[in-house]
């Protein structure tokens, strides 16, 4: 099992930055994508962005152009760095781990609580 934990979340202002860090901790051996996921109440949890262990990005359309997703893989770690944040950008966001399925024995997700980020404009 692996257990994600995010930091960084925080009530800013209107195009400001915000770094959000997730680290993955226990059974990491299998991970082979780390991301984020957003999502407002009473609203479907959509994609940021995620990053997988030989570089391949997939972007959320709201992502596209401001953020910027990394990795430390020897760490764990997974950071998203945003950019000019609008009020729209206001969410809870996820981090999410997924394992390799030949790796793990099957398809495996896993996902942190997640830390509020709130734009104020």
């Known amino acids: 099992h692996v257990q994600l934990v995010e930091s960084g979340g925080a009530l800013v202002q209107a195009g400001d930055s915000l770094r959000l860090s997730c680290v993955a901790a226990g059974d990491t051996r299998c991970i082979f994508s780390m991301g984020w996921f957003r999502q407002i109440p009473g609203e479907e949890r959509e994609l940021v962005a995620t990053l997988t262990n030989d570089g391949k990005i997939s972007f959320g359309d709201s992502a596209k152009g401001r953020f910027t997703i990394s990795r430390d893989n020897a760490k764990n770690l997974v950071i998203l760095q945003m950019n000019s944040l609008k009020p729209e950008d206001t969410a809870r966001y996820f981090c999410?781990?997924?394992?390799?399925?030949?790796?793990?024995?099957?398809?495996?997700?896993?996902w942190g609580h997640g830390t509020q980020v709130t734009v104020s404009s």
């Open positions: 999410r781990a997924r394992d390799e399925p030949v790796c793990a024995g099957g398809e495996f997700y896993y």
